[in-house]
C-alpha cells in the first residue's frame, strides 16, 4: 500500500493542492501513455492532468511493483516518527537513517503541515501516529517515483515554530525536529499568503511583498469574547443534590450572556461549546487563540464541601491559590480531562521568557476585568466572601488571551440553585457581567487608540 491512513479522497486533495505533485503525476502518467501525447494542445493536455489526479493510484502502484520488483531500494528510511504535547503546542521528532532533503509547506480546509521527502521507506510504528496533541492525523507514502510526502493534519491555524534536520550526537543518523503552535486564522492565511509569494518568486522572479493579509484582517478584527460553558458530554461537572448537572447550568446560562452581549453590536461574540459536547481544557484555549479572544470568560456552577458557602466568585489566573476553597476548586476543575491524557513537552527557555513578557500584560487585563466585573455585580448579584480569588486553572492560561473564571453560584448550595434556575436572577446576571464587558470593551478601545 502506497498510502497509510485513510480515505483516498482526501490523499487525492492533497496531491491536488502541490502544484510540484501536479507535475510529477501529470509527467509519470503521461510517460505511461504515450510519448506522442507531448505534441497535444495544452488544453487537452490539463484534461489529461486532471484525469492523471484521478487515476493517481492505478498510475502509482504499477510503477512502484516494477520498481520493487527490480530490486529498487529507497535510499532514505524513516525509522521512527515520535510526537509530543497539547492542544496549544506540539513537537515531532522523526529519525532518519541519512541526511533527509526536507521540503515543506501549508496547506489550509483542514490545516496541515506537508513534508516532501525524497523516496523514503517508512518504519513508523503504527501506536506512535496515534493523534495527540494539536496533530489530528498523520499520513505517508509515495507520492512519485522519486518523492514521498509526510502529511500532519492539525486541529486548527497553527505556526511552525521551528524545523530543523540534526545529526544524532550520541548514535547514527539523523532527526527532524518540529515544533508547531497553535495560531490564530489570520496568522495561518498570512503564512499561507507568504508561502505563496515564496513559490511565485521562485517559479519567476516576481519580487513584491506578500499581500497584507494582517493588514487588512487586523483592522477588521472585531473586539472578541469568547464564553466557555464549563464542562459538556461525558464530562457532566458538579450535581446537586436534586440531580441539576454544572454542564446545563453553564450551557444554558453561556447562551443568555451570549445573547445579552451581541446587543453591543462592536462586540464579536463566541462560544466554546454551543451543545453539549465535551472539550479539553486545552481546546478551550486553543479556540480562545485561534480566534484571537481579546476576553475569555469560563463559567462554572460548582458544588463545594460547605454547603452553606454560596454566591458568585469571579476567579483568575495565580500559581498560588488565595485559600483553600480557590485551591479546591482549581484542582477539581483541572481534573475535568485528566482522563483525555495530557502531554507536555517542556518548551525552550527563550520562547517561556517571551510567554512571561507577554502574559505580564495579559495578566494585568485580566485582573482589570475581574475587578470590573465583581463592581458590576456587588449589590445586584449575590457574592461569596472576598469575591476575586486566585489560583491555577488551566483553562484561563492562554498567554495572550485576558481569562477569568466565573463561578456564577455553587449547586451544592440550595439557594444558589434556586436562583440558578431562576430566569430573572438570571437575567440579572447576564446583565451585569455583560455591563462589565462594555466597560473592558471601553477601555481596551481607548488604551488602543491611544498613538
Ligand atoms: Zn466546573
Given at each position: 500500500m502506497l498510502i497509510c491512513g485513510q480515505g483516498i479522497a482526501n490523499y487525492v486533495q492533497d496531491l491536488n493542492e502541490s502544484q510540484l505533485c501536479n507535475n510529477l503525476i501529470e509527467t509519470m502518467f503521461l510517460r505511461i501513455l504515450t510519448?506522442?501525447?507531448?505534441?497535444?494542445k495544452p488544453a487537452f493536455r490539463k484534461f489529461l492532468r486532471r484525469q492523471a489526479l484521478l487515476s493517481a493510484f492505478v498510475a502509482i502502484i504499477p510503477i512502484n511493483s516494477a520498481f520493487a520488483a527490480q530490486g529498487g531500494k529507497s535510499e532514505l528510511s524513516a525509522l521512527t516518527f515520535k510526537m509530543a504535547g497539547d492542544d496549544l503546542r506540539s513537537r515531532i521528532v522523526v529519525m532518519f537513517d541519512n541526511e533527509p532533503n526536507v521540503e515543506t509547506h501549508l496547506l489550509e480546509r483542514p490545516h496541515r503541515l506537508v513534508i516532501d521527502l525524497p523516496e523514503t521507506s517508512f518504519g513508523f510504528?503504527?501506536?506512535?501516529?496515534?493523534?495527540r496533541g494539536l496533530i489530528s492525523e498523520v499520513r505517508y507514502g509515495l507520492i512519485a517515483q522519486t518523492r514521498s510526502r509526510l502529511i500532519l493534519n492539525a486541529k486548527g491555524p497553527f505556526k511552525v515554530e521551528k524545523l530543523e534536520v540534526v545529526k544524532n550526537e550520541s548514535s547514527s543518523g539523523y532527526r527532524m525536529v518540529a515544533d508547531i503552535v497553535a495560531s490564530s486564522d489570520r496568522e495561518f492565511a498570512q503564512a499561507l499568503a507568504d508561502q505563496k509569494v515564496t513559490t511565485a518568486s521562485l517559479n519567476a522572479d516576481t519580487g513584491g511583498a506578500s499581500p497584507a493579509i494582517s493588514d487588512t484582517l487586523g483592522s477588521s478584527h472585531q473586539f472578541t469574547v469568547m464564553i466557555d460553558p464549563g464542562h459538556g458530554g461525558i464530562d457532566s461537572g458538579a450535581e446537586s443534590v436534586?440531580?441539576?448537572?454544572e454542564k446545563n447550568v453553564t450551557l444554558a446560562f453561556g447562551r443568555e450572556l451570549r445573547d445579552e452581549l451581541m446587543k453591543n453590536k462592536n462586540i464579536n461574540v463566541l462560544m466554546t461549546?454551543?451543545?453539549d459536547t465535551f472539550l479539553r481544557l486545552g481546546e478551550r484555549v486553543r479556540l480562545a487563540r485561534q480566534h484571537e479572544a481579546d476576553l475569555f470568560i469560563s463559567l462554572h456552577a460548582d458544588t463545594i464541601r460547605h454547603k452553606d458557602i454560596r454566591g458568585a466568585t469571579v476567579y483568575t489566573l495565580s500559581d498560588?491559590?488565595?485559600d483553600d476553597v480557590a485551591r479546591a476548586m482549581a484542582e477539581r476543575e483541572n481534573n475535568s480531562d485528566a482522563s483525555a491524557g495530557i502531554y507536555s513537552e517542556e518548551a525552550p527557555v527563550v520562547h517561556d521568557i517571551l510567554m512571561e513578557l507577554t502574559q505580564r500584560e495579559t495578566h494585568s487585563f485580566s485582573l482589570n476585568f475581574a475587578d470590573g466585573l465583581v463592581k458590576s455585580l456587588q449589590g445586584k448579584v449575590n457574592l461569596i466572601n472576598n469575591p476575586h480569588r486566585f489560583a491555577g486553572f488551566?483553562?484561563?492560561?492562554?498567554?495572550?488571551v485576558p481569562s477569568v473564571l466565573v463561578e456564577?453560584?455553587?449547586?451544592?448550595?440550595k439557594d444558589d440553585e434556586k436562583l440558578l434556575k431562576d430566569a430573572s436572577w438570571r437575567k440579572r446576571a447576564v446583565e451585569r457581567i455583560s455591563h462589565a464587558v462594555d466597560k473592558y470593551y471601553t477601555l481596551r478601545n481607548n488604551v488602543q487608540a491611544q498613538p
Open positions: 510519448a506522442n501525447l507531448f505534441s497535444l510504528d503504527k501506536e506512535s501516529l496515534t493523534p436534586s440531580g441539576t448537572l461549546r454551543e451543545d498560588k491559590a488565595s488551566q483553562v484561563l492560561r492562554a498567554p495572550d456564577i453560584g455553587y449547586l451544592s448550595n
